[in-house]
């Protein structure tokens, strides 16, 4: 067992955000790991869980924690919005003056949370709990260096990978609401805005019950997301790959011209013209799709829709619900 480095500041308020989307196997354990760590770092603490769309006993187990601690919270969406709309809602209701975030399947142990604390005490922000994926499908571990290069490549002073185990100040989640950004992945905007980020490694356990919620077709969702919300920079790659097939296109055109010319070779070739065809067509519909994915977003904002809704609040009794 992990020793909980004790840090008590009586007046600083906690708060955890937990998302949860069938997790009926992880919410009882969760509180009483969470409440031991919380209980020894803070004299004041709020826990909210955000029903994100349950459809199994997950909402029947948070009101029962409600009932018998008011110190837990729940927010209850109307439906599955994903794990981020759901941290969103959470921000939207959090008093305390550290928030912090953290899955509910216990793969982010809350005994690492006082290493966060500590870490952000030296100054910083924002502090995400990295890990390594290696027990992860290969997908995971792809997408998980991906992300890592797009955000040394797009914002260098970054020493970081992203997770969804963080602690940050509540001033930078009031920017964060105030930006009113429509990328449904929060870490996108959170690196933008400049705040001092830092990293710790923590430690990464087995999900204790149930499934990942992600599957490719999702992850690839989001990775599209923080890449757009980043950066025009598909755009660019876009216009450039356009340039640059046009150019040998124009060159080609000139060698066959000049072949056909002065030396009366034939224009030859059924397979190069299918494969020419079949080519350009693909980079088209590519940069085509890429383009498509920013107007989808203008769309999105256009229509102004809100990223959640909520059902039910339990144990909160004030009304600043914003979204
Ligand atoms: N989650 C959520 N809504 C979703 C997907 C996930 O609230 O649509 C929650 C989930 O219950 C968990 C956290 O987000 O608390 C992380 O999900 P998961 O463990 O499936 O992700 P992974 O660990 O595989 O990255
Ligand atoms: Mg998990």
């Known amino acids: 067992m992990r020793a909980v480095i004790p840090i008590r500041e009586s007046n600083r308020v906690f708060t955890v ?12 354990i969760l509180h009483e790991r969470l409440t031991k760590v919380l209980l020894n770092m803070a004299s004041s603490y709020e826990i909210i869980f955000v029903d994100d769309g349950s459809t199994d006993n997950t909402y029947d187990l948070l009101k029962d924690l409600c009932q018998n601690d008011d110190r837990v919270k729940v927010v209850r969406l109307t439906r599955n919005f994903g794990q ?18 953290i899955d509910a399947d216990l793969q982010n142990p809350p005994e690492e949370i006082p290493r966060l604390l500590n870490k952000m005490d030296e100054g910083y922000e924002v502090v995400f709990g990295i890990f390594k994926r290696e027990h ?16 040394s490549r797009l914002l260098p002073s970054l020493p ?7 602690i940050l100040r509540s001033f930078v989640v009031d920017e964060l609401k105030a930006l009113g950004e429509r990328s449904m992945f929060i870490d996108g905007p959170l690196c933008w805005m400049g705040f001092k980020i830092a990293t710790v490694d923590v430690k990464r356990d087995k999900r204790l019950a149930g499934k990942s919620k992600y599957n490719l077709f999702k992850l690839i969702n989001y990775w599209l997301d923080l890449v757009i919300s980043l950066t025009n920079l598909p755009l660019k790659i876009a ?8 150019l040998v296109g124009l060159l080609l055109a000139f060698i066959y011209l000049v072949g056909y010319l002065l030396k009366g070779y034939p224009v030859q070739g059924f397979a190069t013209t299918v494969i020419f065809i079949t080519v350009f067509s693909g980079v088209q519909l590519f940069c085509l799709g890429i383009i498509g994915e920013y107007i989808g977003r203008i769309n999105l904002e256009v229509r102004n829709k809100p990223k959640y809704i909520v059902r039910e609040l339990l144990n909160i009794h004030y009304t600043n619900h914003v979204k």
């Open 84 to 101: 981020h709309a759901a941290v969103l809602a959470g921000f939207n209701v959090a008093r305390g003056s550290v928030i912090i975030t």
């Open 136 to 151: 992860e499908p290969f997908y995971r571990r792809i997408g998980s260096a991906f992300t890592k290069w797009v955000l």
């Open 17 to 28: 955000i937990i998302p949860v989307f069938n997790e009926e196997g992880n919410i009882k």
């Open 239 to 246: 216009m450039l790959s356009g340039i640059i097939l046009g």
């Open 160 to 166: 970081t990978n992203l997770s969804g185990f963080r």
